[in-house]
């Protein structure tokens, strides 16, 4: 399983942990994709706490964390 | 006025104690931003008794402010900030000094606006002052407290310029906020609360600062989660 952490405004509609079979998603935009949240609306992509891109590879046991902006002062 | 007595409660904690109110006394912070943020991250820290703080904001009163920034009244509507801010300040403490720099931060300005201070605090609303913050902080080597908030929803991350992760080296794409940011005072309070409370322990040399851990809060959920970040090696801080 991919686990999924959904932050802040991502979890609107939506549950905050969500599980993705690994066949469901080969990256974080499949993922988007999947929960349908436009792309542009994520600015950190976090996997295993590392720093990636949407195109980045995710492998089953991996967890993803998404964050909209959290940039108001 | 007897000094001792006004910080008579936090000196009673082993973790501040006298040697610990004098390191205090003798910091600076810099805090960028006198908004929704700002607010609390000032004022706690003049109470405590930092002995500086720089206050940096460009940008006048204005009455949607007024949800959440407690530091204005409505008689100050499209005065400056940073000067109302630090008469608010003064009135509650003349025993520290306040600078005000009332200009926008930016690239070529930081340096100069950030340097000399022992913490700065990034209470900002747009990505490209963040940016520039982060990358004067890594400059100037100086610690950096992150927060942010939109609604209900907030973080923290501290970050050690060069060894634990910036916002830089987490995100993925500049994602500017559309709009006028929602926001609640009390989530504010929160966040600002937590981001000086991440400034005394920088201040104080204690352990257990956010660096490497985002610290995220869902007001909506009640819910606090800690982010592990880790440093992104081609990251412009790491150079
Ligand atoms: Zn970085």
Same mark, same amino acid.
């Given at each position: 399983?991919?686990?999924?952490?959904?932050?802040?405004?991502?979890?609107?509609?939506?549950?905050?942990?969500?599980?993705?079979?690994?066949?469901?998603? /080969?990256?974080?935009?499949?993922?988007?994709?999947?929960?349908?949240?436009?792309?542009?609306?994520?600015?950190?992509?976090?996997?295993?706490?590392?720093? /990636?891109?949407? /195109?980045?590879?995710?492998?089953?046991?991996?967890?993803?964390?998404?964050?909209?902006?959290?940039?108001?002062? | 006025?007897?000094?001792?007595?006004?910080?008579? +409660?936090?000196?009673?904690?082993?973790?501040?104690?006298?040697?610990?109110?004098?390191?205090?006394?003798?910091?600076? *912070? *810099?805090?960028?931003?006198?908004?929704?943020?700002?607010?609390?991250?000032?004022?706690?820290? =003049?109470?405590?008794?930092?002995?500086?703080?720089?206050?940096?904001?460009?940008?006048?009163?204005?009455?949607?402010?007024?949800?959440?920034?407690?530091?204005?009244? #409505?008689?100050?509507?499209?005065?400056?900030?940073?000067?109302?801010?630090?008469?608010?300040?003064?009135?509650?403490?003349?025993?520290?000094?306040?600078?005000?720099?009332?200009?926008?931060?930016? #690239?070529?300005? *930081?340096?100069?606006?950030?340097?000399?201070?022992?913490?700065?605090?990034?209470?900002?609303?747009?990505?490209?002052?963040? +940016?520039?913050? $982060?990358? =004067? *902080?890594?400059?100037?080597?100086?610690?950096?407290? #992150?927060?942010?908030?939109?609604?209900?929803?907030?973080?923290?991350?501290?970050?050690?310029?060069?060894?634990?992760?910036?916002? #830089?080296?987490?995100?993925?794409?500049?994602?500017?906020?559309?709009?006028?940011?929602? =926001?609640?005072?009390?989530?504010?309070?929160?966040?600002?609360?937590?981001?000086?409370?991440?400034?005394?322990?920088?201040?104080? $040399?204690?352990?257990?600062?956010?660096?490497?851990?985002?610290?995220?809060?869902?007001?909506?959920?009640?819910?606090?989660?800690?982010?592990?970040?880790?440093?992104?090696?081609?990251?412009?801080?790491?150079?």
């Amino acid at each position: 399983m991919i686990e999924v952490r959904l932050f802040a405004t991502f979890r609107e509609g939506r549950d905050k942990i969500v599980y993705l079979e690994p066949e469901q998603a /080969s990256c974080p935009a499949d993922v988007l994709d999947h929960l349908k949240i436009p792309h542009e609306e994520v600015a950190i992509c976090l996997i295993n706490g590392f720093h /990636s891109k949407l /195109s980045d590879p995710v492998k089953d046991q991996d967890v993803l964390a998404l964050f909209p902006p959290v940039g108001g002062g | 006025m007897s000094e001792e007595s006004r910080y008579s +409660r936090q000196i009673l904690l082993p973790q501040i104690g006298e040697q610990g109110q004098k390191r205090l006394a003798e910091s600076t *912070a *810099a805090v960028i931003g006198c908004g929704g943020l700002g607010a609390p991250v000032l004022t706690s820290l =003049a109470l405590a008794g930092v002995g500086k703080l720089r206050l940096i904001d460009h940008d006048r009163i204005g009455l949607s402010n007024l949800n959440r920034q407690f530091l204005y009244e #409505e008689s100050e509507l499209d005065k400056e900030k940073c000067e109302r801010a630090a008469d608010f300040l003064r009135r509650r403490n003349s025993g520290i000094v306040l600078e005000t720099v009332c200009e926008r931060l930016t #690239e070529e300005n *930081a340096g100069r606006l950030l340097s000399g201070v022992d913490v700065i605090v990034d209470c900002v609303d747009r990505v490209e002052t963040r +940016r520039h913050a $982060g990358r =004067a *902080a890594r400059r100037l080597s100086v610690p950096l407290v #992150e927060g942010g908030v939109h609604g209900f929803y907030g973080f923290v991350l501290s970050v050690l310029p060069g060894k634990s992760a910036c916002l #830089e080296c987490v995100t993925a794409q500049e994602a500017e906020e559309r709009g006028p940011v929602p =926001a609640v005072g009390a989530v504010a309070g929160v966040i600002g609360s937590l981001q000086a409370v991440e400034c005394m322990k920088i201040l104080l $040399g204690l352990p257990h600062v956010l660096y490497g851990r985002m610290l995220q809060y869902d007001g909506l959920y009640g819910e606090f989660t800690e982010v592990p970040v880790h440093v992104r090696p081609d990251c412009i801080c790491q150079s």
